[in-house]
Nanobody, 115 residues
Framework: QVQLVESGGGLVQAGGSLRLSCAAS????????MSWYRQAPGKQRERVTF???????AYADSVKGRFTISKDNAKNTVYLQMNSLKPEDTAVYYC?????????WGQGTQVTVSS
């Protein structure tokens, strides 16, 4: 079992920035993929971005050029830097770890962007 703990959410004005963190309870292995998802009220959960152990990344079109995922393997932590935030980025953001066919979720952190 792996625990994921997110932090860094909050309320920010449009155009502002936030940095989310996700700390895993064990080492990140070289087959692991860590992702950030988000779920807005009344909408399905969607994947925002992911990063592989080797550092390969991909982003949803809606956040390209504004969000950056990074990780610190030594700290077992993944980050999501969110810049130029928009009201439509308002959602609960979840960290996800996929490892050896298993999928683990954090508890989520609320991000609210006011116009």
């Amino acid at each position: 079992q792996v625990q994921l703990v997110e932090s860094g959410g909050g309320l920010v004005q449009a155009g502002g920035s936030l940095r989310l963190s996700c700390a895993a309870s064990r080492n990140i292995f070289n087959s692991d993929v860590m992702s950030w998802y988000r779920q807005a009220p009344g909408k399905q959960r969607e994947r925002v971005t992911f990063i592989t152990y080797g550092g390969n990344t991909a982003y949803a079109d809606s956040v390209k050029g504004r969000f950056t995922i990074s990780k610190d393997n030594a700290k077992n932590t993944v980050y999501l830097q969110m810049n130029s935030l928009k009201p439509e980025d308002t959602a609960v953001y979840y960290c996800n770890l996929k490892s050896s066919g298993n999928s683990y979720w954090g508890q989520g952190t609320q991000v609210t962007v006011s116009s």
